[in-house]
């Protein structure tokens, strides 16, 4: 079945340390795939986006991502962790059988940042 | 520029009510969406419209009418309110081509009882 899968519910982290949130979809053909940013009480902002290309892309905020598709994964990466970086991450891809205009999200991560 | 807005930021309904969420966009977006999000499962597509006057049901439209008569609006109905309509609904918008990245509104919490 094509879904987005984001294995980690809660991830806690302290400031100033690495951070990995994963992401794996499963679909046919490669779809277009986001990483987006909820802070409480808030819409969603895109961080980044990966259509085709380079498979490190950069986002706002110092996040980055890589796409491998071997692993059909998008995992989001950021260097050191700030206190306001605290959030829920949602991936999300853009499948082509959608005209890669529809958004499929995975259920998010809840990212606590301890100082 | 307000980017897309919505109305109410909050609702609470008993069973059986009926009522409309609206959302607007400042941006010449020719795509708007409707999610609902609920918890431990991200966001989920109700209604899309790739342009004005037309409009295609996405992952979960069963309880949903939508209208897209002017560009720059998107509205959801409900036409008949249930307890499992209790979530926070967002609308978002794009510039429609491929790919776009898709802005958000604040949401909507509606509660029903």
């Known amino acids: 079945a094509q879904s987005v899968t984001q294995p980690d519910i809660h991830i806690t982290v302290s400031e100033g340390a690495s951070l990995e949130l994963r992401c794996n979809y499963s679909?046919?053909?490669?779809?277009?795939l986001f990483w987006y940013v909820q802070s409480p009480g808030q819409g969603l902002q895109l961080l980044l986006k990966?259509?085709?290309?380079?498979?490190l892309v950069q986002g706002i905020k110092g996040f980055e991502a890589e796409f491998k598709r071997s692993q059909s994964s998008f995992n989001l990466r950021k260097p050191s962790v700030h206190w306001s970086d605290a959030a829920e991450y949602f991936c999300?891809?853009?499948?082509?059988?959608?005209?890669?205009?529809?958004?499929?999200f995975g259920a998010g991560t809840r990212l606590a940042v301890h100082p | 520029n307000a980017g897309v807005t919505q109305t109410p930021k909050f609702q609470v309904l008993k069973t059986g009510q009926s009522m409309t969420l609206q959302c607007a966009q400042d941006?010449?977006?020719?795509?708007m969406y409707w999610y609902r999000q609920d918890p431990g499962m991200g966001l989920r597509l109700i209604y899309y419209?790739?342009?004005?006057?037309?409009?295609d049901k996405g992952e979960v439209p069963d309880g949903y009418n939508v209208s897209r008569l002017k560009k720059q609006n998107f509205l959801l109905g409900l036409e008949s309110a249930a307890p499992s309509q209790t979530s926070v609904y967002f609308c978002?918008?794009?510039?429609?081509?491929?790919?776009?990245?898709?802005?958000f509104g604040p949401g909507t919490r509606l509660t029903v009882l």
């Open positions: 999300a891809v853009a499948p082509f059988s959608g005209g890669y205009n529809k958004l499929i």
């Open positions: 419209s790739a342009s004005e006057g037309t409009t």
């Open positions: 990966y259509f085709s290309g380079d498979t």
């Open positions: 679909y046919g053909a490669t779809p277009y």
């Open positions: 941006m010449n977006h020719n795509s």
């Open positions: 978002a918008s794009a510039r429609g081509e491929s790919g776009n990245e898709q802005f």
